[in-house]
């Protein structure tokens, strides 16, 4: 999948996630008056954000799903996820300001990760968390998203070690794993 993929309105709506219709429809509608104004508009798509939290009082929702892996919380039955640094995101983001060429939408991915690979990665660092016992992993359709026309306009992320130990740091002093 690629730049020009866009969610399935109709599926999305069939199955009720009316945060997917909200954004597809929201990116559409700002493209559409970009070219009625003359207005150049750039988007930037990204898998699930990952990283420190900013706003100690009420993490997004992103972090959220995540902190509830931490905490042992977790109703999805997925084999893999594919995650992005929220700090990763913002300098994509100022990065397709900055440069003149940039135009259209910009997959922002970064690691595709084995559901069970991450808790054992989460586990050898941080074996005093408590983490599902058990969780289901079914296999998703194979996507494969790529982030290579960001990366052609020079952008690149940080190792997923990095984004794990920092959320996991944010998400305790901010209280969030309590």
């Known amino acids: 999948m ?8 109709a599926y999305s709506a069939a199955i009720e996630e009316w945060y997917a219709v909200a954004k597809t429809e929201a990116e559409r509608e700002a493209f559409e008056y ?15 954000v990952v990283g420190p939290v900013m706003n100690h009082a009420v993490p997004s929702g992103s972090s959220f799903v995540f902190s509830n892996f931490l905490k042992g919380i977790s109703n999805l039955s997925i084999d893999r996820l594919m995650t992005v640094d929220v ?10 300001y900055e440069k003149p060429e940039a135009e259209g939408r910009y997959i922002c991915t970064a690691h595709l990760l084995r559901i069970h690979d991450m808790f054992e990665l989460l586990e050898s660092l941080y074996p005093d968390l408590n983490y599902p016992n058990e969780f289901t992993e079914e296999q998703p ?6 982030a290579e026309k960001l990366k052609k306009l ?22 969030i794993l309590d």
């Open 2 to 9: 690629d730049e020009t993929c866009w969610s399935d309105l």
């Open 34 to 48: 970009g070219h009625r104004a003359g207005i150049e508009v750039v988007s930037i798509c990204p898998t699930l």
């Open 87 to 96: 700090r990763d995101v913002a300098e994509a983001m100022v990065l397709m």
């Open 141 to 146: 359709p194979k996507l494969e998203l790529s």
């Open 154 to 175: 020079g952008w690149s992320y940080r190792p997923f070690q990095e984004t794990l130990v920092d959320s996991v740091e944010s998400y305790r002093k901010a209280g």
